[in-house]
């Protein structure tokens, strides 16, 4: 069984409102933004090991950016 995802044009939706609501926020509140959505994602997925595949992905994510 596949893992159901978001069409190409929603996740552009979401990393448009996503940047627009980080552009908005005060440097100093992006890290809890970001943290409190994070939170408020895993909430919604049913499997715990499916959270915890995504954390591992951004974080292999932001070595690929900064590395």
């Given at each position: 069984m596949?893992?159901?995802?978001?069409?190409?044009?929603d996740?552009e939706?979401?990393?448009?409102q996503?940047?627009t609501?980080l552009?908005a926020?005060?440097?100093?509140?992006?890290?809890?933004?970001?943290a409190q959505?994070?939170?408020?994602?895993?909430?919604?997925?049913?499997d715990?090991?499916q959270?915890?595949?995504?954390i591992?992905e951004?974080?292999?994510g932001t070595?690929t950016?900064?590395?």
């Open positions: 596949t893992t159901p995802t978001l069409p190409f044009a996740l939706r979401v990393y448009e996503l940047a609501t552009d926020l005060p440097e100093a509140q992006e890290r809890l933004f970001l959505l994070a939170l408020a994602l895993a909430h919604r997925v049913p715990v090991a959270v915890m595949a995504a591992e951004a974080r292999r070595e950016a900064t590395g």
